[in-house]
């Protein structure tokens, strides 16, 4: 019971605060088509990803570094796809440990990179991550990760 009342006040608390900046849940819309298992859902077409089925994490920026200086810094948005509604507040539990682990393993494909392109291909960022969420967070939680954003830009 205390569980389900703890529940009920994270929601009502975070729709308090999502409604103002304009972030609450999407609309559902009929003509998009149920997601196939193991790929994400995201709809091209639509500016923000549904709120009630996607756990977007806070940026990741990482320094690039030559010489020993830090030349440019990459950031990457991810978005965890939530297996059900009801999944958001155990994911944000181990949000901690999804981040730490991915940013060990980002630091490792993007700070020191010398051979090759000065970042690997998009996809392979999200293999990686996919596999560290389902790792930490279970297949219980996560269904599915999309990369919002990456890019890279010059220090200033």
């Given amino acids: 019971m205390k569980r389900l009342i703890k529940r009920v006040f994270i929601a009502l608390v975070a729709?308090?605060?999502l409604a103002p900046t304009g972030l609450?849940?999407?609309?559902?819309?009929?003509?998009?088509?149920?997601?196939?298992?193991?790929?994400?859902s995201y709809n091209a077409k639509k500016d923000r990803l549904?709120?009630?089925?996607?756990?977007?994490?806070k940026p990741f920026t990482l320094p690039l570094l030559a010489e020993r200086r830090v030349i440019?810094?990459?950031?990457?948005?991810?978005?965890?796809?939530?297996?059900d509604e009801?999944?958001?507040i155990d994911i944000s539990r181990v949000v901690p440990?999804?981040?730490?682990?991915?940013?060990?393993?980002?630091?490792?494909m993007v700070t020191f990179r010398r051979r090759g392109a000065p970042l690997p291909d998009v996809d392979m960022f999200k293999q990686r991550m996919l596999k560290i969420?389902?790792?930490?967070?279970?297949?219980?939680?996560?269904k599915g990760i999309i990369v919002q954003q990456a890019f890279k830009q010059p220090v200033q």
């Fill in 97 to 108: 440990r999804i981040r730490d682990t991915m940013y060990q393993t980002l630091f490792q």
């Fill in 72 to 83: 440019e810094q990459f950031t990457l948005v991810i978005s965890l796809e939530m297996v």
């Fill in 15 to 17: 729709g308090f605060i």
């Fill in 133 to 142: 969420a389902l790792k930490v967070a279970s297949k219980k939680l996560v």
């Fill in 86 to 88: 009801e999944a958001r």
């Fill in 50 to 57: 549904s709120q009630t089925r996607y756990y977007t994490m």
């Fill in 24 to 40: 609450g849940a999407a609309s559902k819309s009929k003509d998009i088509p149920a997601p196939e298992a193991g790929t994400p």
